[in-house]
């Protein structure tokens, strides 16, 4: 199984950057997926997580309002992450994970999932 994330990079406060992770190695049918940060010196954090059916979605409050999952419905195994009016708190490292589905708020847990991407490194500059 894997998980490859991308779309990280540098930008400024205020400004915006789309996350895309794409799972394969097996099939993912009614596994759901979400997306955690990691700053230096700091937890794993949750940040947003989404149904296989697309139609349920869950945000850390640090998040809410500012950042948008979304599930591609011609590949169930990609999601996406709109990050918008990002700050210089935003910086970290990106996780994307995938879960055999669980309770709602399982999703917010890294415990729960089952596979991990890489990640990618998301800086916001002030």
């Known amino acids: 199984v894997q998980l490859q994330a991308s779309g990280g990079g540098l930008v400024q406060a205020e400004g915006s950057l789309r996350l895309s992770c794409t799972a394969s190695g097996r099939t993912f049918r009614d596994w759901d997926m979400g997306w955690f940060r990691q700053a230096p010196g700091k937890e794993r954090e949750f940040v947003a997580a989404?149904?296989?059916?697309?139609?349920?979605?869950?945000y850390g409050n640090s998040v809410k309002g500012r950042f948008t999952i979304s599930r591609e419905n011609a590949n169930k195994n990609t999601i996406y992450l709109q990050m918008n009016s990002l700050k210089p708190d935003d910086t970290a490292v990106y996780y994307c994970?995938?879960?055999?589905?669980?309770?709602?708020?399982?999703?917010?847990?890294?415990?729960?999932?089952?596979?991990w991407g890489q990640g990618t490194q998301v800086t916001v500059s002030s």
């Open positions: 989404i149904r296989w059916s697309g139609g349920t979605t869950i």
């Open positions: 994970a995938v879960t055999p589905r669980v309770a709602l708020p399982g999703l917010a847990l890294p415990s729960s999932y089952s596979y």
